[in-house]
C-alpha cells in the first residue's frame, strides 16, 4: 500500500500537467513524458557532476522542466495554433517532439540506465509500533504530492489567475469576450504542469534510483491516462484517477502470482477501456465545455 501510494503521487503530478493543458488548448501534449524525463535529467547532471545539495537539484530539475516545457509551447503548439489546424495535425507536431526529445537524449547520453542520486535525509527507514517498515523517501514523496495538490486546487479555484484558467477551460471565446488573456493562461498553464512534472521526475528518480531516455514514455503514458480517467480538466480528478492506478498496478503485482507481473500494464488498458466504457466522460465530471 505505502509503495502504491509513493508510485500513485508520481502519476497524479504527471496527470495534472496533462489535465491542464488538455483543459486549455483541447489537445494532448504528448511531449509531456520528454518534459519529465529532462527535469530528471537536470537534476542527474547537476548534482552527479557539480555536487549541488539535493534541494538545489530539486529546484533545478523544476527550472529545467519549466524551460522544455516553454520551449514545446513555443515552438511546437504556438506556429501550429496560429494557423488554426486540425487536431491530428497538432497531434502529429507533439507526438514528433516526443519522439525528437527522447531521440536526442539517447544519442547523447544512450539508452542504459544511470544511477540517480539521492540525499541522506530520504534513504532512512521508520519502523512501527506494529512492525511496518516505511521508507523515509516514500513518506516524503506522498507528502510533497499532498501539498502541491492542495497548493493547485486552490491556486484554481480561489485567484484570478485561477479563474481565467477554468473560463478559458469552459468556454475560451467567451473568456476572450471579457478580457481574458488566453495567452498568457496558456503559458500558465504549460508551466505549471511542467514544474508539476518536474517534481513528478526527481520523486521517481528517489523512489526507483534510475534515469535513462526512455523512462518518460510509459509513466508519461500512464499519466494521460488518469487525466482521461480523472475527467477532462478537472484537477483532483485527475489526481485521484492517478492514485488509483498507481493503487492498481502495484496491488496487481503484490496480489498475484509473480508470473503475471510481466503483464501489469495492460491492467491499465482494461481499467480505462472499463470505466470509459461505463461512463465515457471519467470518473468525475469534467471541468471544461464539451460540445
Given at each position: 500500500m505505502i509503495n502504491a501510494l509513493s508510485y500513485g503521487s508520481i502519476l497524479a503530478l504527471l496527470a495534472i500537467g496533462y489535465t491542464m493543458?488538455?483543459?486549455?488548448?483541447?489537445?494532448?501534449?504528448?511531449?509531456?513524458?520528454?518534459?519529465?524525463?529532462?527535469?530528471?535529467?537536470?537534476?542527474?547532471?547537476?548534482?552527479?557532476?557539480?555536487?549541488?545539495?539535493?534541494?538545489?537539484?530539486?529546484?533545478?530539475?523544476?527550472?529545467?522542466?519549466?524551460?522544455?516545457?516553454?520551449?514545446?509551447?513555443?515552438?511546437?503548439?504556438?506556429?501550429?495554433?496560429?494557423?488554426?489546424?486540425?487536431?491530428?495535425?497538432?497531434?502529429?507536431?507533439?507526438?514528433?517532439?516526443?519522439?525528437?526529445?527522447?531521440?536526442?537524449?539517447?544519442?547523447?547520453?544512450?539508452?542504459?540506465?544511470?544511477?540517480?542520486?539521492?540525499?541522506?535525509?530520504?534513504?532512512?527507514?521508520i519502523i512501527t509500533k506494529a512492525g511496518l517498515f516505511i521508507n523515509v523517501k516514500d513518506l516524503w514523496i506522498l507528502v510533497v504530492t499532498v501539498i502541491l495538490l492542495v497548493a493547485v486546487t486552490l491556486f484554481i479555484k480561489h485567484t484570478k489567475l485561477g479563474t481565467a484558467m477554468r473560463a478559458v477551460a469552459y468556454d475560451a471565446n467567451a473568456a476572450r469576450l471579457v478580457g481574458v488573456n488566453s495567452t498568457t493562461v496558456v503559458l500558465l498553464a504549460f508551466v505549471i504542469g511542467s514544474a508539476l512534472a518536474g517534481v513528478s521526475a526527481v520523486s521517481y528518480g528517489v523512489s526507483y534510483g534510475i534515469v535513462n531516455p526512455s523512462m518518460g514514455y510509459l509513466i508519461g503514458l500512464n499519466g494521460f491516462i488518469a487525466a482521461v480517467l480523472g475527467g477532462i480538466g478537472n484537477v483532483p480528478g485527475a489526481a485521484a484517477a492517478g492514485y488509483i492506478i498507481g493503487l492498481g498496478e502495484v496491488m496487481f503485482v503484490a496480489l498475484l502470482p509473480p508470473s503475471y507481473s510481466a503483464v501489469r500494464p495492460i491492467f491499465v488498458w482494461a481499467l480505462l477501456f472499463l470505466i470509459l466504457f461505463i461512463k465515457p466522460s471519467g470518473l468525475f465530471r469534467p471541468s471544461v465545455k464539451i460540445e
Open positions: 493543458i488538455y483543459g486549455i488548448l483541447g489537445l494532448i501534449n504528448f511531449a509531456h513524458g520528454e518534459i519529465f524525463m529532462i527535469g530528471a535529467f537536470f537534476f542527474y547532471l547537476l548534482v552527479t557532476f557539480s555536487g549541488v545539495p539535493f534541494l538545489v537539484g530539486f529546484f533545478a530539475a523544476i527550472a529545467g522542466s519549466i524551460f522544455i516545457g516553454l520551449l514545446i509551447e513555443r515552438f511546437v503548439y504556438k506556429p501550429c495554433l496560429k494557423r488554426s489546424p486540425e487536431v491530428l495535425t497538432v497531434f502529429i507536431a507533439s507526438f514528433g517532439a516526443s519522439l525528437g526529445l527522447r531521440n536526442l537524449f539517447t544519442m547523447i547520453f544512450g539508452d542504459g540506465r544511470r544511477a540517480f542520486p539521492s540525499a541522506e535525509f530520504l534513504e532512512g527507514i
